[in-house]
C-alpha cells in the first residue's frame, strides 16, 4: 500500500481531519492534501513527526518489510495489535487462539 493510502487510513481511523492533522504538525492544510493523494512526500523531519503522532514506524509509513512481517496485512495485525489496552490484547489473542483451533478442524 502507498504512503498516501496508509496515511489517509491512519487519518479515519483517529477520525480527525487532514486540517487537524495539518494543525498538529504545524504545517500547511494543502501539504498533508499532498501527501494523502501521493502527489508529494514528506521530509525525514515530518515523517518522524507522522510515525509518533500515529505510533507508527516510519518503516511502516514507508511500506519497508524489515523484520519478521511478511505481508502488509502482519504488519497491519501487529499495528492494530499494539494500539489495543492489555486487556484488549489478551481478549485479541484469546480470539485468534479459537479462530486457529477452528481452522484446525
Not at 500500500?1 to 494543525?23: H, P, S, V, Y
Not at 515530518?46 to 502482519?74: P, Q, W
Not at 481478549?91 to 477452528?102: N, T
Amino acid at each position: 500500500m502507498d504512503f498516501g493510502n496508509k496515511l489517509r487510513r491512519l487519518i479515519e481511523e483517529r477520525n480527525i481531519t487532514q486540517k487537524q492533522l495539518a494543525i498538529e504538525l504545524n504545517i500547511a492544510p494543502s501539504t498533508v492534501g499532498g501527501y494523502v493523494q501521493n502527489k508529494s512526500e514528506p521530509d525525514f523531519n515530518i515523517l518522524k513527526a507522522l510515525s509518533k503522532y500515529f505510533n507508527v514506524s516510519a518503516d511502516y509509513l514507508l511500506d519497508m518489510r524489515i523484520g519478521k512481517a511478511v505481508t502488509y496485512k502482519e504488519d497491519e495485525l501487529l499495528r492494530v495489535f499494539r494500539s489495543l489496552s492489555e486487556e484488549q490484547q489478551n481478549v485479541c489473542i484469546k480470539q485468534c487462539k479459537i479462530l486457529f483451533l477452528l481452522n484446525k478442524k
